[in-house]
């Protein structure tokens, strides 16, 4: 699977964006299908996650403000992005597993595909 990630920019804080991530190349409806961030000098950390009966997951800096959704039509994943924060400035990337393992869905080491990094900047 290929994935290609996009939408991110410059905002300012209290603002929102909506970040893309296009799918190729494999049996997208099966994947489940993640968003990732990472920022200067932290670890990779998972933001949200939508499974292929559509069942979400979010970290708990993502609750109530991003809302991640998938159109298997279009091969697409989105990350809705609301009440953004300085804090949230980071490179988002988009990511694909098959694991059936409820607990590996927060963990980056369980995703086989990468999507390259779009920057998010927030400014206060």
């Known amino acids: 699977v290929q994935l290609q990630a996009s939408g991110g920019g410059l905002v300012q804080a209290g603002g929102s964006l909506r970040l893309s991530c296009a799918a190729s190349?494999?049996?997208?409806?099966?994947?489940?299908m993640a968003w990732f961030r990472q920022a200067p000098g932290k670890e990779r950390e998972f933001v949200a996650g939508?499974?292929?009966?559509?069942?979400?997951y979010y970290a708990d800096s993502a609750k109530g403000r991003f809302t991640i959704s998938r159109d298997n039509t279009k091969n697409m994943v989105y990350l809705q992005m609301n009440s953004l924060e300085p804090e949230d400035t980071a490179v988002y990337s988009c990511?694909?597993?098959?694991?059936?393992?409820?607990?590996?869905?927060?963990?980056?080491?369980?995703?086989?595909?990468w999507g390259q990094g779009t920057q998010v900047t927030v400014s206060s």
């Open positions: 990511a694909a597993t098959r694991t059936a393992i409820l607990s590996s869905y927060y963990n980056k080491d369980a995703y086989n595909y």
């Open positions: 190349g494999g049996a997208f409806s099966r994947y489940l």
């Open positions: 939508i499974r292929w009966d559509y069942n979400t």
